[in-house]
């Protein structure tokens, strides 16, 4: 089962991060420069980006790094698909590492059954992490909702599942992937992390994905790289002139008792108002846990320029 739902019955949210930086575990150097930019997840990657002869001295440096992170809890390991004997040393180093991240990042997961399997392994050495699934398999696409329903967040992988169906990385392609995350999010409150960016020399493909994604109903996106991290964050982080709309939706809704009222010329009505607390709920959420020294929600994302903090 999850850890805590993205949001109970109370109209509490668990805080979805918005940006994740993807670093390569190569030198403890350059992990540690990444915390230097502004993302709301630090992730340390173990798997496609390690050399297999490398994999040994990365998780070294993994280890290192999460003992000298300033936010653990806001640091994701990524770690070798599940089933592979890279997999067994990537939990027993995150088992004995006296510092725990606070996500850790499945690969290549077909079922729910692994994500299941994941989460008791680590429980039964006292660590409960976040569980992302990437969705990179036509497997995992097809066992989507029990893959949701089992974690706590699902990233798109786009160049794995592209090579799997023998087409190119295309919004066409990828379309109906997308389309079933989002809707096996929306059923078991999941959080949907879009995939990266490869056409980094083209800042109007980022921009024109983060739209598409956000019209979906994805929260966050992957980069690989930190130049990318200014239009992630002003794109899906909570947005302080969204939010004061929400606020007032809510209130105008209230305010006609659960009924139908007129805001700036507009009808709202009750759909309005739940989809007005959830964004409110978990926009206070994400400033809560990701905020930084913003304080709340009015601030953020506003100094984001080239990721820089």
């Known amino acids: 089962m999850k850890v805590t739902p993205p949001l109970t019955p109370t109209g509490t949210a668990r805080a979805i991060p918005r940006s994740i930086l993807y670093t390569p575990a ?30 040994p001295a990365a998780r070294s440096v993994c280890r290192a790094a999460l003992e000298k992170a300033p936010e653990p809890a806001n640091a994701a390991v990524r770690v070798n698909e599940l089933g592979t004997a890279e997999a067994v040393h990537d939990l027993a ?24 399997l994941m989460r008791d392994t680590l429980a039964s050495a006292g660590t409960r992490p976040e569980i992302y699934a990437t969705v990179e398999t036509p497997a ?10 089992a974690a706590d967040g699902l990233i798109l992988g ?7 169906l023998g087409i ?26 879009d995939t990266a960016n490869f056409r980094l020399a083209e800042p109007e493909a980022l921009a024109e994905e983060l739209g598409r994604v956000r019209e979906l109903g994805f929260h966050g996106k992957v980069t690989v790289h930190p130049s990318e991290l200014g239009a992630i964050n002003r794109a899906l982080r909570p947005d302080p002139a969204g939010l004061r709309l929400a606020r007032r939706v809510s209130e105008a809704v209230r305010a006609a008792d659960g009924g139908i009222a007129v805001l700036d010329g507009n009808m709202v009505g009750p759909p309005f108002a739940r989809m007005a607390q959830a964004t409110v709920a978990r926009g206070d959420a994400w400033a809560q846990r990701f905020g930084g020294d913003s304080g709340d929600s009015g601030g953020i994302g506003e100094e984001a320029g080239d990721g820089r903090r």
């Open 168 to 193: 190119d990385i295309t919004w066409a392609g990828l379309l109906a992937a997308r389309q079933a995350m989002a809707l096996a999010g929306a059923r078991y409150g999941t959080a949907l992390i």
């Open 140 to 149: 995992a696409v097809a066992d989507i909702d029990a893959i949701a329903a």
């Open 93 to 116: 180093m995150l088992i004995e590492c006296p510092v725990k991240p606070g996500f850790v990042v499945m690969t290549m997961v077909k079922s729910a059954v692994e994500v299941a």
């Open 26 to 55: 190569l030198s403890l150097d350059r992990v540690v420069k990444a915390w230097s930019y502004d993302a709301d997840v630090h992730l340390i990657d173990l798997e496609d980006a390690i050399p297999p002869q490398r994999k």
């Open 158 to 164: 786009s160049a794995d599942l592209a090579a799997a």
